[in-house]
């Protein structure tokens, strides 16, 4: 696990402006020597940032690369006592928020790269360095396990709206785990839980969101995805949305400690609601007609025999 360090974030903040500096003047504006400058360019290159160097000549960032800084973060969190780490490359931030010392407060990690970042289904999630929001929280419940349901659903209404934020609409939430844009995958959560000791419940909660994902990026992936700066058409100040998206975590999981899952919300964003889809649970396919979700989260399914089913997970497409 490595954090940023102040001279690599002031580094960035110079190169930022996309002119050419030169490896002298970097070294006096940031008081290290030519050879700590050069060591850091390098440690953006094997990130795979865009930075072009001119022998002899200097160094140029070719599109800005906004960092996360924890001032900037702290500037716009209602809670100024919301507990945060933040870090350079982890393997997982979901890993990270897990061996931490237990706390009844949640507990929040973002990282910059991911070397082992995972999607669900054991699917790998993918990431450039410094251009999405990779965060995990830890949440500890006084309930068992069976309490958690509806838990994903509720984060994933915490995104929307916090995404919402940006003057979007054309927001759903794709059951269970899925915030689209216009049909397209915008972030996804993935919830791992464990039962602690009786009535003693806590869930690892990671949450992806393409925030400034270059087209070129999104076409690597081979299913349909966006990102806010596609949306928008410009970078965006990912430490705003990080505390945004805080905000609303911290609201909707309070809201969520005392009265479960806010179905009424769920309904207005829920885009599987009337289509026809299919669902893979385990090595099954299951068709129907999707009709919303139960108070427990579960998704329910109109069968082609009439019946309606719920069903606790799986993942859903449109047939
Ligand atoms: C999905 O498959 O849609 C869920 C993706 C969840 C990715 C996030 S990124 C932060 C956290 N750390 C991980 O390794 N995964 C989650």
Known sequence: MKTISTALQNLVHILNDGQLHS???LSQALHISRNAVWKHINQLAKYDIDIESIQSTGYRLKSPLILLNENE???HLQDPKVKLSLLGSVASTNDY???LPASSQLQFCLAEH????RGRFGRTWLAPFGANILLSCRFSLEEDLSH???LSLCIGLAILKAVQEFGLEELSCKWPNDILYRNKKLAGILIETRGEAHNLSEAIIGIGLNVNMQEAFLKQVDRPITSLE???GMPQDRNKIAALIINSLCHHLTQFQKQGLNKTEWDQYDFLHGKDITLHVGTEYIQGLATGVDASGHLLLKLPSGEVKAYSAGEASLS
């Open 73 to 75: 973060i702290r500037k």
């Open 23 to 25: 490896g002298h003047d």
């Open 148 to 150: 958690l349901g509806g």
């Open 114 to 117: 991911q070397i082992k970042g």
């Open 97 to 99: 928020v897990r061996e």
């Open 230 to 232: 596609a949306i928008l």
